[in-house]
């Protein structure tokens, strides 16, 4: 099942789907595309995919942009959520 985009998240998601690392910045000047990537990752995640983030290190940007790439979610581990053993103690 494909999910719907808007014109703005199909410009971004259109970008990231090969999942190589890309600048979003540097290819879009899009205002807001903290709320648009929230909204793909949304759509994304019942399907098995996330979007990943690492800061820039293509461009030398004056201030901290964030790479993003579109991959498969990592399987959640079937021992999630973890929980302590009852002999873990914060203190001894
Ligand atoms: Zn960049």
């Not at 820039?56 to 993003?68: A, D, G, K, V």
């Not at 991959?71 to 999630?80: C, E, G, H, L, Q």
Request: hydrophobic fraction near 30%.
């Amino acid at each position: 099942m494909k999910p719907k985009w808007s014109p703005q998240e199909e410009a971004i998601v259109s970008l990231l789907r090969s999942g190589e690392w890309v600048c979003i910045y540097n290819e879009i000047k899009m205002k807001d595309d903290r709320a648009r990537l929230s909204a793909i990752r949304r759509k994304l995640a019942p399907i098995g995919y996330e979007v990943q983030s690492k800061p820039c290190t293509i461009h030398n940007h004056t201030s901290r942009i964030l790479m993003r790439r579109i991959t498969k979610a990592k399987p959640i581990p079937t021992n999630f959520p973890y929980v302590p053993s009852p002999q873990y103690k914060e203190h001894d």
